[in-house]
């Protein structure tokens, strides 16, 4: 059985809509298939017509119940697609795993003992990963056989593939697992000359590490997940259809080889490799012939950037928070979290009385990512985040403590 993590911390990309039709092309070629939805928002279930209301039992249910001593089977929650597809459907309970699984052991192992219960009924697993860096992302990996990171062919989507790519490599070094990763190029629109010069270049650069396959952009693919459909039932006709049975027959066609003497056989191997070319294919580029001043002004103000630089030596956990989490610079504490489709990020603490709408999070450029500097007085402060109106723990932060409701508080110490 093979198990395919779509991974991009990137919103935007289309992540939610390969999972998709890549599983539904898949049962189309008869392979018996298995869609896992890893995100909270569920968007699998609405792209495929489940009715939120009536999923009374998630993969989240199925996740945490070994760990309650109430084990509950992948099979019990499972929504028939069609003839050789089927559905793990996710809700919005799945943003309370990384709480609820707080000091369990083997808690990035959830996912990949579940899968592990079936791996006899199953050709495919296709897991569907949330746009962030987590508990969630790290089972999803930890599972994997395969990563696809779909890119689309924009400036600043290449742009945040050097980073995405570091932070997974940063991640993947824990799963000591054999891994075969490769880039995708989606939303790909043939008409404009940056798209074009950017697959040229993302083709010279990536050579066999990037699928021959390209998803071309396309409104029936867009038309099909309004209506709760795979491009294949919608319209078998579009070219929609046509690339994502090409890049089904192009999976099948790549079962990786798993052979010790191979250079690059590693997930955290491979991705060292491809990451190094993204630089290299950032370092290439013209600004002035592919991205306005304007946007590089706004990508230039990205948290953490020249520390990203000068920290290029530390160990896993330095560089992980130098992306996202709670730092002290001179007499400020910054708060720096990534949520692509968030609307608004605020945190509620002991320094605003836990009235979030004091403390605002800004938003900064189009990658997802808020920030927020505050002076404080030295002391303990426990704080949560308030995301879109939902309370959670910061999960960039591992400095936690019990809160009176069953959850847990973020600490951040002021020296």
């Given at each position: ?27 189309d070629?008869?392979?018996?298939t ?31 119940s ?39 052991v ?29 508990l969630?992302t ?37 799963c ?45 693919i ?13 319209d ?61 002004t ?22 992980l ?77 591992e ?17």
């Open positions: 059985m093979r198990i395919i993590a779509i991974v991009n911390q990137k919103g935007g990309c289309g992540k939610t809509t390969v999972s998709i039709n890549l599983a539904s092309a898949l049962a070629a008869g392979q018996r298995l869609l896992v939805d890893m995100d909270p928002q569920s968007h699998c279930a609405v792209g495929l017509a489940v009715p939120e209301e009536q999923i009374e039992q998630s993969v989240y249910d199925v996740l945490i070994k760990s309650r001593n109430e084990p509950i089977r992948l099979t019990e929650i499972l929504w028939q697609i069609s003839d050789k597809f089927e559905l793990a459907p996710a809700n919005i309970d799945l943003s309370a795993f990384e709480q609820q699984m707080a000091g369990v083997e808690r990035e192992d959830c996912l990949k003992d579940v899968l592990g219960e079936v791996k006899n009924e199953y050709d495919y697993v296709i897991i569907d990963c949330p746009p962030a860096v987590g969630l790290f089972n999803a990996l930890r599972a994997a056989t395969d990563v696809i990171v779909p890119v689309e062919t924009g400036y600043f989507s290449l742009h945040g593939l050097s980073r995405q790519l570091e932070t997974l490599n940063i991640l993947c070094e824990r000591e697992q054999q891994v075969n990763v490769r880039v995708l190029a989606s939303m790909y629109d043939v008409r404009t000359k940056m798209a074009r010069e950017i697959l040229a270049e993302l083709r010279s650069h990536f050579s066999d590490k990037m699928f021959a396959t390209t998803v071309n952009f396309n409104t029936k867009k038309e099909a997940a309004s209506f709760g459909q795979p491009i294949s039932e919608y078998p006709a579009s070219k929609g259809r046509a690339d994502f049975r090409a890049l089904a027959e192009e999976v099948v066609a790549s079962e990786p080889k798993r052979k010790r003497h191979e250079l690059v056989n590693s997930l955290a191997g491979q991705l060292e490799s491809i990451s190094s070319s993204a630089d290299e294919l950032l370092r290439m580029a013209e600004p002035n012939k592919i991205a306005d001043s304007g946007q590089r706004a990508d230039s103000k990205e948290p953490n950037a020249e520390r990203r630089q000068t920290n290029a030596d530390k160990g896993v956990d330095a560089k928070s130098d992306y996202y989490g709670v730092n002290q610079i001179d007499n400020a504490i910054v708060f720096v979290t990534l949520y692509p489709r968030a609307k608004s990020v605020q945190i509620a603490g002991d320094f605003n009385n836990w009235q979030p709408t004091k403390t605002l999070m800004e938003k900064v450029g189009e990658s997802g990512v808020w920030q927020t500097k505050l002076k404080l007085p030295a002391g303990k402060y426990r704080y949560r985040l308030v995301v879109d109106g939902q309370w959670q723990q910061d999960p960039y932060n400095q936690t403590e019990p809160n009176p409701f069953g959850g847990f508080n973020s600490v951040v110490e002021v020296k």
